[in-house]
């Protein structure tokens, strides 16, 4: 019998599905989506609907009818029968929405309920699924209240040049 720890590992691993916009959710298509990106795809019978919004959120939802109308997918997550098997065709579909997003400095999983919560928790543990950010060229950086949020790689320096940039713009004499 598989640990749980090999089920993540396993879960983890890229997915590379077909998905899209048209009725067979083949095409690779995007629609925009409050600013941000959203697509379709299938898996075992089930349609997933994957979102990264513009202030790069990934959110997923599932439907037991596959469709491509936002409107038919359960957002709650709470339909998804066995969010493990289908995690790695979630995150190749994310995946290929974030790298299509180069302006997102960040993105974010929101554990808004205790099970996405204990989730996102275990998988930023995870090497696997840190291996696959990386690629996608994110790190996790912190938990922010119920965030798990990823900067692109380099944001940190980025970051602190700014704020050195702006400490001496403030104040010339230091």
């Not at 599905?17 to 600013?35: P, R």
């Not at 994957?50 to 491509?68: A, L, W």
């Not at 930023?124 to 900067?151: A, R």
């Amino acid at each position: 019998m598989k640990t749980f720890k090999q089920h993540l590992t396993e879960a983890f691993k890229l997915q590379p599905v077909d998905y899209g916009t048209n009725e067979a959710l083949d095409n690779k298509g995007t629609e925009s989506f409050l600013g941000g990106k959203s697509t379709f795809f299938e898996f075992n019978g089930m349609g997933y609907l994957v979102i990264v919004t513009k202030f790069g959120e990934v959110i997923f939802g599932s439907s037991d009818t596959p469709s491509n109308v936002t409107k038919d997918y359960d957002l709650s997550r709470a339909s998804s029968s066995n969010p493990l098997k289908v995690l790695g065709s979630i995150m190749y579909v994310a995946g290929e929405l974030i790298k299509s997003m180069p302006e997102l400095e960040s993105i974010y999983f929101s554990g808004n309920d205790s099970g996405l919560d204990r989730l996102y928790n275990k998988i930023v543990k995870n090497k696997s699924f840190l291996d696959i950010m990386d690629k996608i060229g994110y790190e996790y950086t912190e938990k922010d209240g119920k965030n798990y949020v990823f900067n692109k790689k380099g944001y940190k320096e980025i970051e602190r040049a700014n704020r050195t940039a702006m400490k001496d713009a403030i104040n010339p004499f230091t």
